[in-house]
């Protein structure tokens, strides 16, 4: 069956996202933002970068700075395991990667299931959240991942690249 965001009606569109894990809360982001998901891999530092940056690796002979999403959101850090990926995206014609503790799946979730989130969420700032889907035995956390930065840091990781 063939979806278009354009001829559905708001009640029954179907968002698909990416969804990840950062700790013990699950997280989904637009899969249209997503170019590719990748294991970790060793990243360079960058001397005097924001502490949420990670660094910058080398994707393909494509230079790419790389942000903690968990350091970026406030969450308790820990070591990369073999489940920690590296969630590729383009924004604002810049691409980044996000460190994830895991990538859970792919989702189609109904518009219908989601709701604006209150103003603070778990001490993460509700600007960087879209909305929260309720599924059956949990929330889901929708990010904008184009608001995890400030314009700011957007020009910082430009100077980096």
Do not use: W
Request: hydrophobic content about 40%.
């Amino acid at each position: 069956m063939e979806y278009s965001s354009q001829t559905s009606s708001a009640t029954n569109s179907i968002l698909q996202l990416v969804s990840f894990t950062i700790g013990n809360e699950e997280f989904g982001v637009d899969i249209l933002k997503v170019q590719e998901i990748n294991r970790m891999t060793a990243i360079t530092r960058v001397p005097n970068a924001p502490e949420h940056v990670e660094g910058v690796i080398n994707l393909r002979g494509k230079i790419i700075p790389i942000i903690d999403l968990r350091k970026r959101l406030g969450v308790d850090c820990n070591d990369h395991d073999k489940n920690t990926r590296i969630i590729v995206v383009e924004l604002v014609g810049k691409v980044l990667g996000f460190i994830v503790d895991s990538v859970s799946e792919v989702r189609r979730i109904p518009v219908s299931i989601t709701e604006r989130p209150p103003a603070m969420i778990a001490g993460i700032r509700g600007d960087y959240i879209t909305s929260i889907a309720k599924l059956e035995d949990r929330l889901l956390i929708l990010l904008d991942l184009e608001k995890i930065l400030s314009a700011d840091e957007q020009e910082e990781l430009a100077g980096i690249m």
